[in-house]
């Protein structure tokens, strides 16, 4: 993975994770060398999602979130 720029986030270091090292598809196989994960947040849920441009398929990965 590569240094994140000044000032990102943790959010954008995740995202940037998961656009460069979860590119194939689970369902057809197809490489989305393009990337292109959005991220959602809704308090304490933190959703990202990519959607396949080969088949369509939407796949998730969602944190939840919770003070101490």
Not at 22 to 27: F, H, K, Q, V
Not at 42 to 58: A, F, I, L
Request: glycine share 12%; aromatic share 6%; charged share 30%.
């Amino acid at each position: 993975m590569s240094v994140p720029r000044r000032g990102s986030t943790s959010l954008d270091r995740l995202r940037a994770y998961y656009e460069g090292r979860e590119t194939r598809c689970l369902s057809c196989g197809h490489e989305d060398t393009d990337g292109g994960w959005r991220v959602r947040t809704t308090g304490g849920v933190v959703r990202y999602e990519h959607t396949c441009p080969s088949c369509g398929v939407t796949e998730s990965r969602t944190l939840r979130l919770r003070r101490e």
